[in-house]
């Protein structure tokens, strides 16, 4: 018996651009990021209560976060949001 996987299909670098700008709230020299809470609770819609620990917004983002500077670059987000596997 054959297995199929299924794979998601890649997104368009264009409209993840757009996707990505549309919660980046920083802008340093020209290059849009996402802070820990735009990607977490803006984006993700997660830990969203004004009760929420600011600690673990920090440590989801860290995910996204690659150089731990406080910022998700475009470049990283989107290459997440192309990938043809499934999340």
């Known amino acids: 018996m054959a297995v199929k996987v299924q794979t998601t299909k890649r997104g368009d670098p264009h409209e993840l651009r757009n996707i990505f700008l549309q919660y980046a709230s920083t802008e340093v020299d020209g290059e849009h990021y996402m802070t820990p809470e735009d ?4 984006y993700l819609g997660l830990y969203n ?21 406080g910022k998700c670059q475009r470049n990283f987000w989107t290459d997440y949001n192309s990938s043809s596997y499934p999340f």
């Open 49 to 69: 209560d004004p009760n929420s620990n600011p600690k673990i917004v920090q440590l989801l983002a860290g995910v996204a976060d690659q150089t731990k500077d």
């Open 39 to 42: 990607f977490v609770q803006r």
